[in-house]
């Protein structure tokens, strides 16, 4: 075997390797998350949720999978209420609003349902969501979203606000249940009429900025630490 077949195999093993655990890791770490605060009998006054842009008037999996996460965990009693949060980002639709048609649609009470529409970023999801949790008066929150977005914001989220942000990542085969759900809405009150793309508004290097959220004033706060609710 030659030296250069024998590093491509190596490399290839590795490759491999790296994925079996992340897909494996994404798949625990929902769950016992998830089972931490079932068995401590925890509850949250609202769940964030994150969006996802809407594009050819259809959701797709990820916004699906949000969503229908967002309900369930309605439905069960673990959230008491449900902020959606995204601006108009890449599509002339605010994701935030969105989310919200199809949570109605699915059972959520519109009550129940909160909207951020600017954020722009991941990182934005959090704060101008946390920050309309606080003017709502909610003690207790969590997020909602997918496991690869949960991990991306572990860090973030313990260390930028004072009041604990739960993770709860939506369990992928738990979501299989609810596959056969398909609800439909009438997307034209979610319009923007006034859109332009981030892409064309912010370059690469912005927008990675902003995903690492570098334009939330967190120099206004003690210790760059936002308030507890």
Aim: charged content about 20%; proline content about 6%; hydrophobic content about 40%.
């Amino acid at each position: 075997m030659s030296y250069i077949l024998k590093w491509v195999l190596m490399i290839g093993f590795i490759i491999s390797a790296l994925f079996e655990f992340g897909c494996v890791f994404y798949k625990k770490r929902p769950r016992r998350l998830l089972k931490e605060v079932v068995e401590n009998g925890q509850t949250f006054d609202a769940v964030i949720v994150p969006g996802a842009p809407f594009k050819n008037n259809t959701w797709d999996s990820v916004m699906k999978g949000r969503v229908i996460w967002s309900y369930v965990l309605y439905k069960n009693g673990i959230v008491r209420n449900v902020i959606y949060s995204g601006g108009a980002v890449y599509s002339p639709y605010y994701e935030a609003k969105i989310m919200g048609l199809y949570a109605m649609q699915l059972g959520i009470p519109a009550e129940h349902i909160f909207y951020d529409t600017m954020a722009e970023h991941s990182t934005e999801n959090i704060y101008y969501s946390y920050g309309l949790a606080r003017n709502a008066g909610f003690k207790s929150i969590a997020l909602a979203t997918d496991p690869f977005q949960s991990s991306m914001l572990k860090a973030f989220t313990k260390k930028r606000f004072a009041t604990p942000v739960v993770h709860l990542p939506f369990v992928i085969d738990s979501l299989r249940q609810y596959n056969y759900l398909s609800p439909e809405i009438n997307p034209a009150p979610a319009f923007q009429k006034h859109f332009k793309s981030i892409t064309e508004r912010q370059g690469f290097w912005e927008r990675l900025r902003g995903t690492r959220g570098k334009y939330i004033p967190f120099d206004k706060y003690p210790d760059g630490i936002v308030p507890a609710l």
